[in-house]
Each structure stands twice: as structure tokens, then as C-alpha cells.
DNA sequence: GATGAATGAGTTTTCATTCAT
DNA sequence: AATGAATGAAAACTCATTCAT
């Protein structure tokens, strides 16, 4: 008997569950979060996780999916907001940085994943969905000065996105502003540079 | 009781120990791993473990000490070697993308180590004080072109070399001729735009 | 609050759901089925398994008493529509080794009967009434060839025939025709003895 | 590394735990036993039970393995031990009803153990090496009163056997004797019939 | 120094039962 | 009457740690 169930409200359900396993592998981690620790943030009980994604993998990968789709979603807004080549940089900039907490929770929860799916198959397939899909994104950034080299140009970009926001983590007293210009003047110095190449 | 030993018997037992959790590491995570699994990699029992490093927590940390203590020695050895500005990012780039089976090892563990030190503080010790000597070598990097600006530049090589590391461990088919060429090529970049800015 | 019903609707409906209960016990075990593994099996939901048969433990108990009765009833009009001895016996042998799936089923769910009747006296009791009554019918078969010792004659005939059952559900290739016979001959070889020895 | 153990006291202390094991399933049933159970009646923690044999599964596939290899050498020995053809029946009767404690234990379990059997493929594997050993046993015995119809005559033993074992486990007040003397003259009548026939 | 048998706290998972709708 | 979301008690299993040898 398949489950009946009202799609709309088990979506929503489901949607309320995976932000509170987000929260709580942020506090404990992703190797290191219980159902527990889940069910307690959530405020329902081990068995309802269990009902609703089948088992700890399944709410985990649940969550990762959903993770990656927001910050898609995101970018994409972002850069479609702008208008001017720079204008996109510095709005793609900000959508990296924005706020203390919310880039923290949010980088530690992606190294976590990415470390994750280094061993995992199907987080590997998420990830690796993620990063063409951000690829796209990053081309179109990448393509602005001229189209020679902007693949290249574009995992160029990415690579200093992460490459700080990691950097960022272990920062003991972290200056956001400082991480956005930081990150700004680098993908300006790696556009500019290929832009005379080409 | 306290262990009464010979100091370099000691030092060459804890190494080969240590190389051995750092496989079983790399193997099955650094959250995933277990004494066992140790144990059975290095070839002696859990208790012999124990004895050596007082608990898996304490072996643990002892593998990331001499895990970063390595990276840094052999990148000093790298950029040591070199003469010529050129050279030496040549050498520095070389050093980060040595071997497909060796870099994706190296990587694989330094992400679990990042996102394990993100929440255990003796690990962010590990982490900052690793970040600390790493900045002080790629300072040196930056300088090359000139005084101006070169702490941020600095941040910004590293960042790409990091970047594109994430990058390449969920590459399904990683070419590492061109790993080394977009961070030659972004490190160039980075370290002209300046150059003229400056 | 009391459960109003239509006597007649009510047994039905709780027939169809003991039914679906029997095929769901044959594929998952006595033991081993679910509340869930019924009601999909019924096409009902877990709650109306419930409302029907107070729980699981009544349901199961309810399965238990239709099926001994199932069984008593067909023996007994295969018995009644046979006239000779010999004929009577026959239909006996027939009426317990029909059809290959039809004996697989019968004897794999009434083997976990047993075994559950062990321990739990409910059970028991069923179980106890079911060998009540078809030594009653092997007492009709055992007399046929003389009234001494036809109760010892009974106890063996039916022993006969669970005997070869069980090993039956061990035979990798069963051939049901050959149980038929070696369950006939064996009949047979019992009353003839005690024939002479009476 | 492979465990290091001494095979003669590893052996012993999982013959010790295989039979705390065996009385535990007695009491609780095949498929109602936890580890729990079965530590309690060993007096061992249940970490150690799973240490020992891997799983709750490998725990009750060895328990079941040395259930049907004692049964095995112990009717061996008693047909070996009797010389003339009666003497070998009567001691393989006693030897299948011997204790009124002991024979009610013994078919509780194997009764369970057929039960499992028919559901899981390695259960199911001892089942029928139990069966084939078995059947040899049976047929020494058949074959006393003359060759032909040997094999037949063996299925009819056994199943005469079997069948009065599962009467008894449902017999609220068992007189072993009786039980004993039922099985005698059955398998008396079925050895003398075809010895006519034959 | 080294071993590995034993432990028990902590984890995921199962599932009969409850109950609001 | 019927549903199925939610629960929580109980189950199997994991594994760092202890300790007698």
C-alpha cells in the first residue's frame, strides 16, 4: 500500500525536518550527528526522521540535496539581479559572503559534505551535480571579458571562491569585509589577466 | 606507571604508527575511521595503539601534526630548490599537484582534517598554526612582484591553490597536466594584475 | 466505545482481512510478518487491522483459529465422500498433499503455528482443540480394520502423515507424487500389522 | 590482522556460549530470542556474544550447526552400540525419547529450528546436510528386513519419528513410555510390511 | 611493551500501538 | 469505519576503552 499522502503537506514536512538536520549537523557534523541530535532540534521524535526519509542516510542526502539547491537558486538570482559586468562580480561576491553567521554555518556544513563525498557514491553525485551547475554560472561570469580561455577562467573563479571561504573557516577573528574584497580583487586580477591573453 | 622508553625507539614506533593511521585515514575517513582499522593497517593490536598515544583522540591529533608538518617541509624544500621568481611558482605548483594517486590521497585527508578541526579546537590549533607557517611561504611568493600588497596577494594564491584542490577530488576523471596549468596559469594572474595595479 | 456492526458485514470483512493475514504470514514467517506487511497484503491501512482485531496478537490468533477449521472441515468431507476403506484412505493421502504450492504453503504456515503454540498458551489451546479433532477422524480411520488398538493406530497414522509434511519442506525438489505414495503405503503398512496383530 | 586467538580455549568458550544460547531459544523461541536473552543466560555481556560470532545470525547459524551435529553422533552411537536388528530399533527410540525434560527441549527447538529453516537459505542448508545424515542413519535400519524398498522404507521411519516428536510437544500431559512404545510398533509395522511385500 | 577478550555506552533501526482527522 | 503520521520502547550492532596475562 503505497504511502497516501497529501504531497503538499509531506513536502513541507519534510522541508521543515531537513532545515533542522541542516542546523544540526552544522553544531555536531555530518559524520558526527545522531538522529538524536536531529530529532531534538526538530522537536519530534527519532521514529518520525525514520518515517518520513526511510533511514539516516536518506534524511542526510535529503538535506545535501536540498543544500545544494538553495545556493544554486541563489547565485542564480543574484547574478540575474545584476546588470554591468561588474555589477554581477560584486553581487556574486556578496551572495558568497553574506553575513557573518550565515557564511560560517554555511562553509562549514560544505566542507563537511564535501568531505563526506569523498567516500560516499551518492553525495559524490550530488556534488558533482553541484559543481556543473555552478560551472554554468561561473562561465557566464568568466565569459564577460571575452570568450577565449573562459572555461579555464571559470574554475579559476571557483577555485577562489572556496579556496578563501576554507581559508575563512579557520580564521580566528574573521573580517567579512576583508574576505569580499579580498575575493572581489582576485577574480578581477584572474578576468583582467586572460582578458589581455586573449 | 609511567612509560620509560628509549626516545628514538620511541619517535621511529609512533612514525610508522602514524603513517599507518594516516592510510587507514585516508582509507575510511577521518570521522569513519577506527582503532581496528588502524590496528590492522599498521599490523599490531588496538592496545598497542592505545599504549603508544593514550587514545584514538590523541593518535589522531599526532597524524595531523606530522600531516601538516610534512606539507610544510616539503613546499619549503620546493620553493628552496628554485632560483628564478618563475622557477619557483613552477616548483611550488609542481609540489601541490605531485602524482594523481599522491594528491588525490594528500587532499582527501586534508579536507577530512578541515572539516574535523572546524569543531574540535585542539585540531583548529592544528589548522591555524599550519595557516600561519603556509601564509609565511606564499608571502614570500607574493613578493616577488613587488612589496605592494603582497599579504593579500598571498591569501589569494593560496586560496586558488586550495580551490582547485576541492575541485579535483570530485573530478570523475582528473587530468593533472591541467590541475597544474589553471594553477600556474591563476597564480600568474594573480600575481600581475597586482604587479601593475601596484 | 462499543463497536456497532452488522454481524454478517463484520465477518466477512474480517475473513477477507484473516485471508490476507495467512499469505502474508506464508511469505514473512509467524514470527517475522508485520502489522504493515498484512495490511498490504489486505490493502488496508495498519489502523483498521487494528479496529478490526484489537492488535496484532488478535489478529494472528484469529488466522490461527480459521485455519485449524479450514483444515478440519476439508478433512472431513474428504473423508465423508469416500465409501470404502481403501477409498477413504486415498482421499485422506489426497486431501493432505493437494497441489505443490497449495502443501508448500499449508505446511510452512502450520510448521510456524507450531512452533509459536510452544510458548504461547493461547496458541496452545488452539492447537490442542485442532489435535482433538482430527484424532477424532484418525480414530474413524484406524478402526476401519478392527477396534484393538486403534487408538495407538491413530496417533501413528497421523504421525505419518506430519512426518513426511516436515521433511517435505526440506526437499529441495519436491515430488509431491512420491509423498502421496510413501504417505499411502505408509497408511497402509500400519493398519495391516496391527490387522494381524489384533 | 587476523585475530590471534588460542584455537582450543577459542573453541571451548564458543561451545560455552552456543549452549547458553541453545536454553535461551529454548525459553524464548527461534525468533523471539534477543541477544539479550542469551547473554543473560550466559552471563556474559552482549558485546561479547557479537564478538564472538560476528552477529546475532552467526551466533544462532552455529548454535543451530552443533544442534544437529550433536544429535547426529549421539544417534550414530546409539545404533552402533546395539548388535542384533531389535536391539538397534529399541535404541534408536530410546534415543529419540529419552528424558521427558530433555526430549520436550530438544523438539521445542528443533521444531523452531525447521520453522526458521524454511525461510532462510542457510538455516535451510544445515536443514537438508541434517536431513542427508539422517536418511543414512535411517537407512542402515531399513535395510535390516531386506533391500528392497529400503529407501522408502527410511522416509517412513523418519517420518513416523517426527511426527510423534510434534504430537508430544502438544500433549498436555506426555507419557513418554507411551510415546516410546507408539514409535517402536510403528516402526515395527512399517519394517514388517514390506518385508512381506519385498 | 604488547595483546586481544570483554565491556557498556551510544547509535541506528524496527514496529505495534495510539490518536486526531 | 478507516486512515496514516507520530511515537517510544526495544532491538541489533559499533567501537573506544580497560585490563589480566
Redesign the pocket.
Known sequence: ?A???NPIQ?RQ?RAGLEQAAYLAIFEQGYAG????DIARQAG?????L???FG???GLLAAVMRRFVRTIAVATRRALRQAVTPQAKLEAYVENQFYGLANTRRFYTVYLDFLAASTRDPALMQVQRAFVDETHRLDLALARLPGEAGADDRAWQLRAMVDGLSVRFLSDPDPDLERYRRLCLHGLTALLQLDERAG
Chains 1, 2, 3, 4 share one sequence.
Open positions: 500500500m504511502r497516501k499522502v509531506d514536512r550527528v545522531t538522529l538524536s519530534v521524535s527519532k521514529g518520525t525514520v518515517y518520513h533511514s539516516k542516510e
